[in-house]
């Protein structure tokens, strides 16, 4: 799953950012040994772990039953630990990852062994043109300014295939955490028809993919806050200065966090939606 709405820097021309690693990513793969890092699709799997993991190889394979007839190439971006893609590979796919996360980096060629680039999106250069780009929630983190021109350079001709969720409220601008996480569908579209990329199939999976953070919601309260007012009074008695600082960050980082996981919220803001592209030529 993705978090909050963590752009992805390096636009066209500008200086390359350092990469590094997504320590909540690494969590639900290490602790909660999840072999997929998105949203699921929901059908009427209990709200649990295993209920999860369900949910979310359903999602896996519901992308995967939208690929195009006569696609080879496939490049995933934000490729997680290589679940999905080792699953394209099983359809006959040949299958590249790209992320610019290392620990998904060794994570992925360990477990597929498939080449990866370990880069941002927009400052891949593919050597190859691919029959299709694959983005499951990946797309929510590159600059619009960039994201197109990007997916023309590594499939021209091809198709694009993203599942994510958009900001669909324009009255909710700088309201919160949860309003800047994700692209607003309005200007997403606009950029697309200016682009010349042709929407070939939609759908709306928003009301499938809530309980993901249902659960999310109920990890944060059950678990999270109350080990958090553990560590907080253990450190109080003899670090106060130190306990008095780690619960204004940390009181902070999780209030944020419980607003992007709320499924009201969501409901409210945003649009969950996979789509698929056919991207024009140079």
């Not at 709200?47 to 190439?73: C, K």
């Not at 080792?86 to 290392?102: F, Q």
């Not at 130190?242 to 649009?271: C, H, M, Q, Y």
Request: proline residues 5%; contains cysteine; aromatic residues 10%.
């Amino acid at each position: 799953m993705a978090g909050g709405s963590k752009r992805m820097f390096g636009l066209l021309g500008k200086k390359r950012r350092r990469v590094k690693t997504n320590t909540m990513l690494r969590f639900l793969h290490e602790v909660l040994e999840l072999e997929h890092l998105h949203y699921g699709l929901w059908e009427d799997e209990e709200r649990n772990i295993a209920g999860l993991a369900r949910a979310q190889q359903r999602y896996a394979d519901e992308l995967v039953s939208w690929i195009p007839e006569g696609v080879h190439s496939i490049v995933d971006v934000g490729a997680g630990v290589g679940t999905t893609s080792r699953l394209l590979t099983e359809r006959g796919y040949s299958v590249e990852g790209l992320s610019p996360d290392p620990y998904q980096r060794d994570v992925f060629t360990r477990r597929t062994g498939l080449p990866f680039h370990l880069t941002r999106f927009q400052e891949f250069r593919p050597e190859r043109p691919y029959d299709l780009i694959l983005m499951s929630e990946s797309a929510q983190y590159i600059w619009l300014d960039s994201y197109f021109p990007c997916v023309q350079r590594v499939a021209p001709g091809g198709h694009l295939l993203l599942a994510d969720y958009f900001i669909v409220d324009g009255d909710c601008a700088g309201k919160g955490p949860a309003a800047k996480s994700g692209h607003r569908l309005e200007e997403f579209d606009r950029k697309a028809g200016d682009s010349g990329f042709e929407l070939i199939r939609e759908t709306d999976i928003t009301e499938a993919t809530l309980p993901t953070l249902e659960l999310a919601s109920k990890w944060i309260k059950n678990y999270v806050e109350p080990s958090l007012s553990i560590l907080g009074d253990s450190l109080d008695g003899r670090y106060p200065r130190v306990a008095r600082l780690v619960s204004k960050k940390v009181g902070a980082e999780f209030e944020k966090n419980r607003e992007i996981v709320d499924p009201e919220l969501f409901r409210k803001l945003k649009r969950y939606l996979i789509r698929l592209y056919r991207v024009p030529k140079h």
